[in-house]
């Protein structure tokens, strides 16, 4: 079973720095696909980064050169996704998913939201 766990999140000042951690629990398998949503309450849950198992990345307009996804680079399998944030701004604040699918034919699509595995969100708040 799938099990998804983030890490990482916390409270920063704007200008400050967090890196969010997500792992498959159970065991180590490979997905095509690995992206890091955040959602703010009473707002749609936002897609912010995905990489795709050759090492694609896409990224949402508004933390473009300043977050980077990756992948654990040792092993030649996608079963971790970091999310390094730098110059964290307020509007950065929100809940942090981790989704993950096997599939990635629709990974680098700007509108696919549609993911097998969720994680269950870590908190990132950044005060001005």
């Known amino acids: 079973q799938v099990r998804l766990a983030e890490s990482g999140g916390g409270s920063v000042q704007a200008g400050g720095s967090l890196r969010l951690s997500c792992v498959d629990t159970d065991r180590a398998r490979s997905f095509g696909c690995m992206a890091w949503f955040r959602q703010v309450a009473g707002k749609e849950r936002e897609k912010v980064a995905v990489l795709r198992s050759d090492g694609r990345t896409r990224y949402e307009d508004s933390v473009k050169g300043r977050f980077t996804v990756s992948n654990d680079n040792a092993k030649n399998i996608l079963d971790i996704l970091y999310l390094e944030m730098n110059n964290l701004k307020p509007e950065d604040t929100g809940l942090y998913y981790c989704?993950?699918?096997?599939?990635?034919?629709?990974?680098?699509?700007?509108?696919?939201?549609?993911?097998?595995?969720w994680g269950q969100g870590t908190q990132v708040s950044v005060s001005s």
């Open positions: 989704a993950a699918d096997h599939s990635s034919g629709r990974c680098l699509e700007s509108g696919n939201v549609n993911f097998e595995y």
